[in-house]
């Protein structure tokens, strides 16, 4: 059992950036995949970014590469995203989320909360 909370989400200006964080309790947390995926109003969930246990792969959107990075610290059971050069269509819930298996997805087994970015001026 993995229990995810997410922090960091807020109202921010196009062009601007956040970092996400994302903390698990469980001592099983290196053994996930760690996953961003976010959902917009009247949209369905997308895949944002996903992470190996041991950090050594990542997985991004074609929409977000280059943009954001994923990241993890298994010594403090967190995973990050940091989101730069922020565009309004970015704005949505992005939700933290753990699977055994990496891959490009939305199906995963632990989800968070979610928390709220908003690119507006």
């Known amino acids: 059992q993995v229990q995810l909370v997410e922090s960091g989400g807020g109202l921010v200006q196009p062009g601007g950036s956040l970092r996400l964080s994302c903390a698990a309790s469980?001592?099983?947390?290196?053994?996930?995949?760690m996953y961003w995926i976010r959902q917009a109003p009247g949209k369905e969930r997308e895949f944002v970014a996903a992470i190996s246990w041991s950090g050594g792969t990542t997985y991004y959107a074609d929409s977000v590469k280059g943009r954001f990075t994923i990241s993890r610290d298994n010594a403090k059971n967190t995973v990050y995203l940091q989101i730069g050069s922020l565009k309004p269509e970015d704005t949505a819930t992005y939700y933290c989320a753990a699977d055994p298996l990496l891959r490009v997805g939305v199906r995963c087994d632990y989800w968070g909360q979610g928390t709220q970015v908003t690119v507006s001026s």
């Open positions: 469980g001592r099983t947390f290196r053994s996930y995949a």
